[in-house]
């Protein structure tokens, strides 16, 4: 019987026509993260939120339907201008659920921004820690987190 080990990391890649400066602050700017927000669902009243500084909390309002709405977001583990940004994934009282005093709990996001001659050659990339058991693992993408922040950065134009 051949044991096979279940994909840890979600990679997206984009180009942008825009320099990098610009595809850092659709990330980080509040005014400019807004096409992180679904258009075909209702506009959240509450302000998307940023605290750019390592440490500090973005948070998304996001509503499903009248129903259903939640915050998502990350806390900033690293941040380097116009290049990189790393964040657990997730918001206090949000979903995905977070810590704040165990932040490799859950899910790490990644935007690597390259320069490419005036346009930007993006990835994102998300990845599940490496002590969740593959079962743990295989419910995470059983979520749809591919396909949901796939559908995500498709919104982001620039």
Known sequence: MTETQIQREISIRRHFDAPPSAV????TDPDHLGWFLNPEQP?????????LRVGGAWRVPMVIDAQTAYTTGGIYLELERDRRIVFAWGA???????????????????????????????????????????A???????LGIREGWTMTIARLHL
């Not at 390259?114 to 593959?134: I, M, N, Q, R």
């Not at 743990?136 to 059983?142: I, Y």
Request: no cysteine.
């Open 92 to 134: 206090v009282d949000g979903w995905p659920e977070l810590d704040p005093e165990d932040l490799g709990a859950g899910p790490v996001g990644t935007v690597e921004l390259v320069d490419a001659g005036g346009g930007t050659d993006a990835t994102f990339s998300l990845t599940l820690p490496d002590h969740l058991s593959e």
């Open 136 to 142: 743990a693992a295989q419910r995470w993408l059983d």
């Open 24 to 27: 850092f602050r659709a990330w």
């Open 43 to 51: 506009r959240p009243e509450q302000p998307i939120e940023v605290d």
